[in-house]
């Protein structure tokens, strides 16, 4: 039987976002859309679950992003990232997204707050680095590419013995891997421009600023799945 990969939830959208035609959905649902029809998965609600698996019963786990801080090391967060350092020590694979990025780091010894820039919000430019060329994950990306963005803290230092492989102008840890198979990134592969336009709208509506579509970013999730289903 084929071991799923666990998506690790959060958090949740604004609630006119998640009811929305056009972004209907939960980080969950957009995370398990990306990952592909074939790649089998199941959703475990973070905050509220009793019991985190045994790293050996899955191929790999995806946490989402949150409305939450990183920050306020809230009992069900920390509780995570301990669960988290087991995983990247028993070398499953791990993809940590926005929050969950900012999660791993914290975990394996980063450190984690609020940017002093503020919050970056938008489509915006991602550069990758020389060590994403060999990168398993990151290789097949382009040099610079569109992602969906919205933070308000940052991984400030990354883990020890951490490789960055991304950044931009105002973020220069956007990724990086710790270990053979863990990831982090601070950008969302699984927006979609409608979800993008939605938090552009409710957080900077005086900006008119326009989200556009993202699929290199996008294509990191089927890649990771592809990456933690081959390794069972």
Same mark, same amino acid.
């Given at each position: 039987?084929?071991?799923?990969?666990?998506?690790?939830?959060?958090?949740?959208?604004?609630?006119?976002?998640?009811?929305?035609?056009?972004?209907?959905?939960?980080?969950?649902?957009?995370? #398990?859309?990306?990952?592909?029809?074939? #790649?089998?998965?199941?959703?475990?609600?973070?905050?509220?679950?009793?019991?985190?698996?045994?790293?050996?019963?899955?191929?790999?786990?995806?946490?989402?992003?949150?409305?939450?801080?990183?920050?306020?090391?809230?009992?069900?967060?920390?509780?995570?990232?301990?669960?988290?350092?087991?995983?990247?020590?028993?070398?499953?694979?791990?993809?940590?997204?926005?929050?969950?990025?900012?999660?791993?780091?914290?975990?394996?010894?980063?450190?984690?707050?609020?940017?002093?820039?503020?919050?970056?919000?938008?489509?915006?430019?991602?550069?990758?680095?020389?060590?994403?060329?060999?990168?398993?994950?990151?290789?097949?990306?382009?040099?610079?590419?569109?992602?969906?963005?919205?933070?308000?803290?940052?991984?400030?230092?990354?883990?020890?013995?951490?490789?960055?492989?991304?950044?931009?102008?105002?973020?220069?840890?956007?990724?990086?891997?710790?270990?053979?198979?863990?990831?982090?990134?601070?950008?969302?592969?699984?927006?979609?421009?409608?979800?993008m336009q939605a938090y552009l709208d409710r957080l900077t509506p005086a900006s008119g600023a326009a989200a556009h579509p993202t699929?290199?970013?996008?294509?990191?999730?089927?890649?990771?799945?592809?990456?933690?289903?081959?390794?069972?």
């Amino acid at each position: 039987m084929q071991k799923p990969i666990l998506i690790a939830v959060t958090g949740e959208p604004h609630p006119e976002i998640r009811h929305s035609r056009d972004s209907a959905g939960d980080f969950g649902d957009w995370i #398990a859309a990306g990952l592909g029809p074939s #790649a089998p998965h199941r959703c475990l609600d973070a905050r509220t679950g009793p019991v985190l698996p045994d790293p050996a019963d899955i191929a790999g786990v995806v946490v989402t992003g949150s409305h939450a801080m990183v920050s306020e090391r809230a009992a069900w967060s920390e509780r995570l990232g301990q669960w988290l350092n087991a995983c990247v020590e028993a070398e499953v694979p791990v993809l940590g997204i926005c929050y969950g990025h900012q999660l791993l780091a914290h975990a394996l010894g980063g450190r984690v707050d609020d940017h002093p820039a503020g919050l970056e919000i938008g489509t915006r430019s991602i550069e990758l680095t020389p060590a994403a060329r060999q990168d398993p994950l990151f290789s097949a990306l382009p040099d610079s590419f569109p992602a969906q963005l919205v933070h308000r803290q940052s991984a400030l230092e990354l883990p020890p013995g951490a490789t960055r492989l991304a950044y931009n102008a105002h973020e220069p840890h956007q990724a990086f891997r710790i270990g053979k198979c863990a990831w982090g990134v601070q950008f969302h592969p699984e927006f979609s421009a409608a979800a993008m336009q939605a938090y552009l709208d409710r957080l900077t509506p005086a900006s008119g600023a326009a989200a556009h579509p993202t699929p290199e970013a996008a294509g990191l999730l089927a890649r990771f799945a592809v990456l933690a289903l081959s390794r069972m």
